[in-house]
C-alpha cells in the first residue's frame, strides 16, 4: 500500500498537444488502407480535422476521420456523431481494430524512421511539465490515464522527461474500471480530463461519485462542453492548475 495520494492525469489534450500528430498518423494510417483523403496532406493539419477531434474517444476514430475527411458533411457529424461513424465503418466494410492497427503500424513507424522528428509532432501544454513535477511538493502524486496505447505514451513522457507514479494506457481497460482499481490501492484526489462525456462516465459510476473530477478548458473540447457543467465537474484553466491543489475550483 503506497502512501500518497495519487491525482489522475488524462494525456492527449491536458498534458500534451499532439494535433499535428494526430493528424501525420492518421494520415499514413488511412493511405495504408488506400483510403488517404484526396487533396490533403500529412504535414497540413485541417481545420475540420482540428474542430472534429473534441468528437474523438479512441486512436482508431482518428483513423475513419482522417479518410472521411475531403467529402465529410460536418453539420451531419456533429449532430450525429455515432450514426455517421458506424455508416462509414459499413460502407468501407471496416472495424475498429483494422484501424487501430493501421494507426499503431504507422506510428512505430514514424518512431523508428525518425524518433526526434515523431517526439517533435507534440508539445506539451504550457507550464504542464513544470507543474506535474512539483505536485511531490504537496505531499501528491500523479499518475497518467490515457485511451493511447502505454508504449506510445511512455515514450513521450520519457521524452518530455515526466515520471508519473504510474500508467495505464488502453490495455488497461476503460478509465472508470482502472479508476476504481486505483482507488482500492491508495486515495485518489482528482481526476484531470479533457472529455466531458468520460467524466460524466465517471461521475455515473458506482464508488467513483465522490472523485474531483476537474475538465480543462485548455484541451480538445466541444463547443457546448464548457456550459452547464453538472455538480462534481469543475472547469479548471492553466492558471488555476498552477496553484497549490486546495485552491482548485
Ligand atoms: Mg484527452
Redesign the pocket.
Known sequence: MQEHPLLVF?????IVDGMAEYWWSSWHAAKSLNAEPSGLFPAQVPELFRRLRPWIHHGWEMVLLAAELSDLNEEAWVEGYEVQQRAALLRRGWRDDLLQGALDRARLQAVQQDRAAWLQLHRPFPGLARRLRSLGDEGLDWAVL??KSEAFTAELLNAFDLEPARLDGREAGPKSEVLLRLQRERPLRGFV???RATLETVLSTEGLQGLPCYLVDW??LKPADRKQLPPGIRLIDLDRLAKPLAQWP
Open positions: 488524462d494525456f492527449d489534450g491536458v490515457t485511451t480530463e479533457d472529455r484541451g480538445y
